[in-house]
């Protein structure tokens, strides 16, 4: 140490002495107190601790003296835990100050923090430049023209964020909801009478939907997803990053078929190609369906859905593996108990292991179709075996993939508590 006399220093933390040498606090664990060795005069001791007393040589911490003890513990036996009846996050605040992180604590911590912060939405996050009352004042040009985009760009990806982008996510919804029955009623018998007409009248036909009721509410739900996609597209500010995402993506799925559905017909026109086109139409047509996903902008239910499956990945592909691993023992042994063998009875519906794979996924899942099962006894037990071993095989992954449901529900449910904070901030100004 180069600042203070004396062979040893004591640290006062909450009224609490401890005693140290000057060469044990070089390589002190905690970073805080090890910076106390490197300090030359008696301002860079303030930055370190609250006060100093030079006659004494004692150094002042002003924090909880019961966690700092607990922290001691960690620092001569290794092992760090939570102080009893403390708030966890208090006690992670203590470790903050003192230079340690989660990863110091002992795994049954880890989780127990990591819950806690689930549940309190509690999270350490960046705030938002100018953002205080410091950041009221005026800006130049160019401030104002990001600020601007910023708020644009709020507007369409959080719908909680202003009272703006609460109307246009409702309007967002309202289209959705009204082509989604429009697509629905398509399919009707009554509509779809007039697939059943010549080339020549369905060329027509085509030609003339676009103007009936139907095909206007189409092309008017079409071009508020189309503007609605450009305009989010020229506020953001990775256009790359904003192309590869999930959600933009099945965005452009559920717009691009109506305008390559109106240029086949266009082009085809009263060509006798117009009756395999029309195969092409309808399915481009039913990949309106992609639009129910658009609502994940909008509920937290679906966000959460796609969150999880993005972190649970591992999980997920886990659980693929264990059932194509069953899958194909199973379906191996009832392909040959049920038909391979030579036992007076076969069983045709396991003619082969693919077909006998079929069998056994329902069979694993517990759906039970009934459209093929066993009829040899040896073959029953081993149905038996196999339904078993699905429910078991299945629930093994289900509470990883719970407990990060669960958290990425909270993640969703603080951000949008934080937006409403915002939201009723506008409404307050």
Not at 220 to 242: H, L, M, P, Q, Y
Not at 402 to 410: D, E, G, L, N, P
Request: aromatic share 12%; proline share 4%; hydrophobic share 40%.
């Amino acid at each position: 140490m180069n600042f203070g006399r004396g062979p040893s220093v004591v640290l006062n933390v909450g009224g609490t002495r401890y005693s140290f040498s000057r060469e044990v606090l070089k390589d002190f664990p905690l970073r805080r107190v090890s910076r106390l060795h490197g300090c030359l005069s008696e301002q860079d001791v303030l930055e370190v601790c609250d006060d100093y007393d030079r006659e004494r040589n004692e150094y002042f911490f002003d924090r909880h003296s019961e966690a700092f003890g607990f922290i001691m513990l960690y620092v001569r036996h290794g092992h760090l835990r939570f102080v009893p009846h403390m708030c966890e996050l208090s006690f992670y605040n203590e470790m903050i100050y003192w230079g340690l992180e989660c990863s110091h604590l002992d795994y049954c911590c880890q989780r127990r923090l990591d819950d806690r912060m689930s549940e309190t939405c509690t999270y350490y996050a960046a705030e938002e430049p100018n953002g205080g009352p410091e950041g009221k004042g005026r800006r130049p040009p160019a401030a104002e023209g990001k600020k601007w985009l910023e708020r644009m760009r709020r507007t369409f990806e959080e719908p909680t964020s202003s009272v703006a982008a609460q109307v246009l996510a409702t309007v967002s919804i309202l289209f959705v909801i009204v082509s989604m029955v429009v697509l629905c009623a398509s399919t009707l018998p009554e509509w779809r009478a007039p697939e059943n007409r010549s080339v020549e009248e369905q060329s027509r036909y085509t030609a003339e939907s676009v103007r009936e009721p139907s095909g206007i509410i189409e092309a008017i739900c079409i071009g508020w997803f189309t503007a609605e996609c450009i305009v989010r597209f020229i506020v953001s500010k990775n256009k790359c990053e904003f192309v590869r995402r999930p959600l933009n993506i099945i965005d452009l799925l559920a717009i691009t078929p109506y305008y390559i559905s109106v240029l086949m017909t266009v082009f085809t026109g009263e060509n006798s190609q117009l009756q395999r086109a029309g195969v092409t139409l309808r399915v481009l047509r039913m990949m309106r369906i992609f639009w129910v996903i658009k609502l994940a902008r909008h509920f937290i239910g679906l966000q959460t859905l796609g969150l999880t499956l993005k972190r649970c990945y591992r999980e997920m592909v886990m659980l693929l593996v264990f059932i194509c691993v069953a899958m194909a023992i199973f379906s191996a042994l009832s392909q040959l108990l049920e038909n391979g063998l030579d036992l007076g009875t076969k069983n045709k519906d396991y003619a082969s292991i693919p077909a006998a794979c079929w069998w056994v996924i329902i069979s694993m899942t517990t759906v039970g179709y009934g459209d093929m099962c066993p009829i040899t006894v040896p073959g029953r037990i081993l149905g038996g075996i196999c339904v078993v071993s699905g429910i078991v095989l299945l629930a093994l992954p289900i509470t990883f993939i719970y407990h990060s449901f669960v958290q990425c529900y909270h993640e969703l449910k603080f951000r949008s508590a934080r937006y409403s904070r915002s939201l009723s901030a506008e409404f307050l100004n």
